[in-house]
């Protein structure tokens, strides 16, 4: 079955850290750029960051940059997002999605996409 699943979400108070993980099977991430996404209640979508298949290269919403770090374990089939400094507006549902494409997944067009979990940031 080929899917994307995500673990490691959870409460967290501020200025803590999670590490998420975004899981493969069915395929090969070597060859897909991965993003992670979020959504909180009432708001929009919103890229959180994303690696490339070709060169590792990391891209960052300026919200989370210097705080969050995306990377990538081909051996393990799985990308990980390092959150660190966590904010209440941190709070939402993270996905993580794959396009064969950078430019397809910062688009949204999506070739897999995750169940999500939950990063709940609060005292």
């Known amino acids: 079955q080929v899917q994307l699943v995500e673990s490691g979400g959870g409460l967290v108070q501020p200025g803590g850290s999670l590490r998420l993980s975004c899981a493969a099977s069915g395929f090969t991430l070597d060859y897909y750029a991965i993003g992670w996404v979020r959504q909180a209640p009432g708001k929009e979508r919103e890229g959180v960051s994303c690696?490339?298949?070709?060169?590792?290269?990391?891209y960052y919403a300026d919200s989370v940059k210097g705080r969050f770090t995306i990377s990538r374990d081909n051996a393990k089939n799985t990308v990980y997002l390092q959150m660190n400094s966590l904010k209440p507006e941190d709070t939402a549902v993270y996905y993580c999605a794959a396009a064969r494409a950078l430019l397809k997944l910062v688009q949204g067009e999506y070739d897999y996409w995750g169940q999500g979990t939950q990063v709940t940031v609060s005292s």
């Open positions: 690696i490339s298949s070709s060169d590792g290269s990391t």
